[in-house]
């Protein structure tokens, strides 16, 4: 699921979508759960404005959302943080996660915002 609804309803939504899928997929096969924390969001939209802050949440969250598989389910938790629930993952996650930082670091936004 990749949600860029904002407001609380946003919030809502994505924890319904992701507490659905985990009860219903979580006795089913191994896991494993990326959590995203993106350093600085709030002094972007300090010095560059919120539509500077919007193009950068939604750019990572596309980043994001092209290097999980399908079966993949990517939520973002609000702010600059977003999650990836992996079915099936469990040796190679961290490797993954690495892939999934690099794509997001790679990223250049409007004013030159990295």
């Known amino acids: 699921m990749l949600g860029l609804v904002k407001g609380s309803l946003q919030s809502i939504l994505e924890y319904f979508c992701l507490d659905l899928f985990l009860n219903s997929e979580i006795l089913l096969s191994t896991y494993s759960l990326i959590l995203f924390d993106g350093d600085g969001f709030g002094e972007i939209n300090k010095i560059h404005g919120h539509e500077v802050g919007d193009e950068v949440i939604i750019g990572t969250a596309h980043a994001l959302k092209e290097n999980v598989r399908p079966t993949d389910r990517l939520c973002r938790r609000g702010g600059d943080e977003f999650m990836v629930f992996m079915r ?9 996660a690495e892939k999934l ?13 990295k």
């Open 88 to 96: 099936a993952v469990t040796k190679d996650a961290v490797s993954i």
């Open 101 to 113: 930082q690099k794509s997001v670091g790679q990223l250049t936004f409007a004013n030159n915002v």
